[in-house]
């Protein structure tokens, strides 16, 4: 089963917003649809803080390689992979989303049948 995503009914609404979107491509709608259907809506304040969330920077690390990234899951328009700044829209960022400190989360890799496995180990402050 996968991870409840907390978010604040704004963050749920524009959500949403991409969902519905024509300019969104169809496999990823499907995706912020999974994503909202296991949603919980808090207030901001009531938002848990040891779970990857819209906005808030998070340090994970690649499995086998031992690779260390610091991200943040953004909107579409603000995403930036040179700050670690991942799309909503993109893989790691629907995979990673709700996703709480400890878990392991395995992405696969288009072409070649393998899967990246990336562990999140804590969420940062703001």
Known sequence: ??????????????????AVSTRTAPELRRSLHAVLD???IRPGQALPAAVVRLHA??????????????WRIVYPEQADFGRGWLSVLSPAGVA???????????????????????????????
Do not use: S
């Open 96 to 126: 990673l989303l709700g996703t709480p400190v400890g878990c392991p989360v395995r992405l696969p890799v288009e072409g070649d049948g393998q899967a990246l496995e990336l562990l999140v180990e804590e969420v940062l402050p703001g």
């Open 38 to 40: 296991r949603a919980e």
């Open 57 to 70: 920077p998070f340090l994970c690390i690649e499995v086998r390689h031992r690779e260390h990234f610091h």
């Open 1 to 18: 089963m996968r991870n409840t995503v907390f978010l604040t009914a704004a963050e749920a609404a524009r959500l949403r917003e991409l």
